[in-house]
């Protein structure tokens, strides 16, 4: 079959390789074919490659992504206000979401016969791709904004890219590089191949659920190449007759940065730049979302919607789920929690509701300054001091 | 069928709550029934609770750990001087291994009534101990020695154990710990709940490979726990008729803190305590491991060996791992690698030998150093600074 893409806004289809944005503006993404699409048989491969069938590749390369864990998080119910699942893609080889696209994006790349992929991050996907180039004998370019902290840098630097601190206009970065005559393929966040495959996490979520899909699907949003990735597996999984319902989705940001939240409450149909404060959730902090359009239809086209919430509920949220659930995230994936809490205490979300937030990324990629409590103590005082606070 | 635990060494038997260490001083491990163990069925769970029939306890708790990846790392085989695979355990929940003993072992204490759970470690096990108990609602008590890290406390912190900084003998206060007359579950390394749990590992990776089971399997030791369980698993699975061969088990050191090694060199039936130098593999030097002379047994009864490795092998061997697989692991996991490449050299493994390193844990946990080369350009500048490397 001949590989298109396509714009899920116009419908105008374009061969394969040959662009990353529509005529009208837009971005595209992959066709598949999801007819006749059946759940893998259980246990053939059980990472993100068990979906090949519904990818643009379907050879591995490095450590397949995928395969992450959704647990019941029953201690944290109260504070979510719904039935909470979690999907722990900090598990994934380089601690995010990242790599089910990067995996994708590589593979094609060195398909292809390119000997560098690029892309445009503030560290996750900076990070990812880089580890997946490594694992493919490609090179790998990185652009990172002049802002990014040297412990991230250092990170990156493990799989020897060839990092370029830009010192301009991000969102003109990220668009620059997409059209650039030069032979590195860029993997950037919204891109078809990414996009592509970043669906896998949808597809694992509600096959890990099925036969029930869930009522909802929460997830911190950024470019919005994830939410499109989400919106668009749960559309193919309808069309193949997989879901016995389709689940809303709730874009979450951090209110500091949230042009496509604003969007939504002004009922817009597209969206506009914002002029952005700082955030905790630096990994989403996008002012100008390359896909915020279509993240925004995929909220509305689903019946869910865009929330965004303050730093102080997203600690709050950290917090939360690091003591109840046992999880350390990164900020970014406690706004998918926080952004549960705010739509279940505004009545979007109902306490019976099966709710699954996607927490993208690992919390062991930085310090975020937690209080120690800690007691400095002699061997000799062991068991008198341990027994003094288990008997209390 | 009533719970025991037994000596592997003089063989004799204990009811499973009576002590974690025998009569004769060496440790205990449970007691699981391998006759008529089947691989479970495929796809029926594909976490670590898939081998419940052999463990202590069948129930999770938190998010479950194991399903990790196992992956054939061509880029490496030069490198490692076989067929290297890599068992990829920084992707449990809490970024190591260690929670597959975390999770049979807060089970159990939760399943017996105990409210607190407690651990003596340097830094993965009180982070991954501290984790499942917050997941399962119990107090848990951390006893760190005096010099552990401020940024790994802070990790340890978020799942907000009560952590004690203890100032003497790690070794002894590890024994302390064992027969505190206090109501707190120790969950310590060798343990025989945690030695249960850590068997997952070896079976997943046994079943990865089946039918053809691996030559050799390679691991950095510490403690000797995760040695055993590696060990016992085998037994079990060959006892099971499930292996067509016994893996040779090769246990790896650090050169600086060798006690293991020290004593498979000197031909020793037993390990004694050495004077360390320090390491930048931290997580594995214990130069007085409770298990050492278990593990010593599991090498030389499966006809493997114990190896060191200087620092700056480990250091080479993290660089490889990074720019050839594309995977971040703390200094202890490379030193299996590090220890492979060594083994190869020395003749004692072949090229032909199919090799799997357990990388322990990720390294995204702590910084290392590493170099990080950057150029900073403008945005006009991105095409010609793009074009000037890729082109070259």
């Not at 893998?40 to 090949?52: F, I, K, N």
């Not at 694992?204 to 911190?220: G, N, R, S, V």
């Amino acid at each position: 079959m001949e590989r298109t893409v396509s714009c899920y806004d116009c419908g105008e289809t374009y061969a394969f390789d040959a662009r990353k944005r529509c005529a009208c503006g837009e971005p595209l993404w992959f066709d598949s074919d999801p007819d006749g699409f059946a759940w893998p048989e259980t246990g053939s491969v059980d990472d993100m490659w068990r979906y090949a069938d519904l990818l643009p590749v379907s050879d591995p390369v490095g450590v397949a992504p995928g395969g992450t864990p959704l647990s019941r998080a029953e201690r944290l119910d109260d504070y979510a206000g719904c039935n909470l699942f979690l999907k722990h893609e900090g598990q994934n080889p380089t601690g995010s979401f990242k790599d089910r696209g990067s995996a994708v994006g590589v593979r094609d790349a060195a398909d292809a016969g390119f000997e560098w992929v690029g892309t445009v991050s503030h560290g996750n996907m900076a990070l990812s791709t880089s580890a997946y180039a490594a694992s493919a004998d490609l090179e790998c370019a990185v652009f990172v904004p002049a802002e990014t902290p040297a412990e991230r840098l250092e990170l990156i630097a493990r799989h020897d890219p060839h990092v370029f601190t830009v010192e301009g206009d991000y969102g003109r970065l990220y668009a620059d590089t997409l059209s650039l005559p030069v032979d590195v393929n860029f993997v950037n966040s919204d891109t078809p191949l990414r996009v592509a495959g970043q669906k896998t996490v949808a597809y694992e979520i509600l096959e890990q659920l099925a036969p029930a899909a869930p009522d909802a699907i929460a997830l911190p949003v950024s470019s919005g190449g994830q939410a499109s990735a989400v919106w668009k597996a749960v559309r193919e999984l309808d069309r193949a007759g997989l879901l016995d319902s389709v689940p809303r989705l709730y874009c979450c940001q951090a209110a500091a940065c949230d042009p496509i939240a604003t969007a939504y409450r002004n009922g817009d149909r597209t969206v506009t730049p914002v002029a952005a404060d700082e955030t905790i959730a630096v990994s989403i902090a996008n002012s100008d979302p390359p896909s915020g359009t279509r993240a925004l239809a995929a909220a509305r086209d689903t019946g869910g919607a865009v929330v965004s919430v303050p730093d102080e509920d997203v600690r709050d949220a950290m917090r939360a789920i690091s003591t109840r659930a046992g999880v350390s995230v990164e900020p970014s994936s406690a706004v998918a929690v926080a952004g549960v809490r705010h739509l279940s205490r505004t009545g979007a979300l109902e306490a019976n509701d099966d709710v699954v937030a996607i927490l993208t990324g690992s919390g062991y990629k930085e310090d975020y300054d937690t209080e120690v409590r800690t007691d400095t103590i002699a061997l000799d005082d062991v068991e008198r001091e341990l027994a003094s606070i288990v008997d209390t």
